[in-house]
């Protein structure tokens, strides 16, 4: 008797405890559903605001708007997954910061700072002639400030370089007479003309010099003319005079 009062009881609470189970899995089903709504992600492009709501036709009739759909859930699960990996957020962090540094670096770089030199050519003076052969002609060149790691100097003879560096020395045996000029150029290390300056000098012909030795040449001709006796007697004639 007891057996059966307990299956009535029970059988009578069946449809009630079924009913409250398919509440419970309803409540749960639209609570995931309400989880998993999209969310549009709203761009002012003249501000570069950014804006998430789940609402975009409050925005898609407005003036230089952006809407996007975004791929992401909202609620305790997501909430939860970046509780529970805290190492994703640090790292965003982590490279978000070392972006901005990297384009800092960049943007700190300091460009070159080109010098402005003064230069100057102490020698030769201004319109110097100088005789050939027998005279050279030196150049000094002064600069202000002290040239700077990869910059040189380079001195020019009629647009021919001649040497590098702050002097030079310049044989006049081979050169015409006339004007001529002299250039000093500071360069870059890429090649590139810092600062210039120019001077002209005058090379003009030594005639007493080139008249001895045109004087010697005919007498050295003469003597290679001579037959060997004759070249005999002047050798004895020099000593005999050699040692009076």
């Known amino acids: 008797m007891t057996f059966l009062i307990k299956n009535t009881v029970l059988n009578n609470k069946l449809p009630h405890i079924l009913l409250s189970s398919l509440m419970i ?7 995931t559903m309400a989880t998993a ?33 975004m791929a992401i859930t909202t609620g305790s699960e997501s909430s939860r997954s970046n509780s529970n990996n805290p190492s994703s957020s640090n790292d965003m962090s982590n490279n978000g910061t070392s972006g901005q540094l990297s384009d800092t670096q960049q943007v700190t770089t300091k460009p070159e700072v080109q010098v402005n ?28 400030p002290a040239l700077q790691t990869g910059d040189t100097v380079s001195i020019y003879f009629d647009n021919k370089e001649v040497a590098q560096g702050l002097s030079a020395s310049i044989a006049t045996v081979d050169i015409l007479p006339g004007a001529h000029s002299i250039k000093a150029v500071v360069k870059n290390q890429k090649g590139g003309i810092l600062q ?24 050295l001709l003469a003597y290679q003319n001579l037959p060997w006796h004759q070249k005999v007697m002047l050798k004895m004639r020099q000593k005999g005079t050699a040692n009076p």
């Open 25 to 31: 899995s309803a409540a749960s089903f639209c609570m």
């Open 37 to 69: 709504a999209p969310i549009y992600k709203i761009v002012d492009e003249n501000t570069g605001q950014v804006t998430f709501t789940d609402r975009p036709q409050n925005h898609e009739q407005q003036v230089g708007k952006k809407v996007t759909e």
């Open 117 to 144: 030199y003064q230069l100057a050519i102490a020698e030769p003076s201004e319109e110097r002639a100088y005789r050939r052969p027998a005279q050279n002609i030196n150049v000094n060149v002064q600069i202000k």
């Open 196 to 219: 210039q300056v120019t001077r002209t000098v005058y090379v003009i012909q030594n005639n007493t010099t080139l008249q001895n030795n045109k004087k010697i040449a005919k007498q």
